[in-house]
């Protein structure tokens, strides 16, 4: 099951990527469901598995690390089943409307991000 649901993962992101995203998958692992997405306003989403896995995908706006707020939000309540460029994009929306409730400090861009991240050579961009 674990396989279908990184092929899942794969295909949306290849979709994603037709329509101006970036995405990135972990290699090191392919027992590992999760990526990260550049969305065209260049933050940063990331995806992975519900931990119960049957109900869906989740996600979460990544912004800089603090004490207070720590490094990402929760963009909706509940899983989702397809990941889409509409579905990313309103998790982009809700993700953004709650990080500036906690007034996270958001990235200056992607860049910034990349720059920061644990062993990004773990990771592939899907295309």
């Known amino acids: 099951m674990r396989e279908q649901y990184r092929q899942e993962l794969i295909e949306g ?10 995405c990135f998958i972990h290699k090191k692992d392919p027992s590992f469901l999760f990526g990260f997405v550049i969305t065209p306003n260049d933050n940063v989403i990331y995806i992975q598995r519900d931990s119960y896995e049957f109900r869906g995908w989740s996600t979460s706006l990544n912004y800089v690390p603090s004490r207070e707020n720590g490094s990402g939000c929760q ?5 989702f ?45 899907v295309i």
Do not use: V
């Open 75 to 79: 963009c909706f309540e509940e899983p």
């Open 81 to 125: 089943q397809d990941i889409t460029t509409d579905i990313i994009l309103e998790a982009e929306k809700e993700g953004l409307r709650f990080a500036r409730k906690l007034k996270a400090k958001l990235y200056n861009n992607s860049e910034e991000y990349l720059k920061n991240m644990w062993h990004p050579e773990d990771y592939e961009e």
């Open 13 to 22: 992101m290849k979709e994603l990527s037709k329509n101006g995203f970036r």
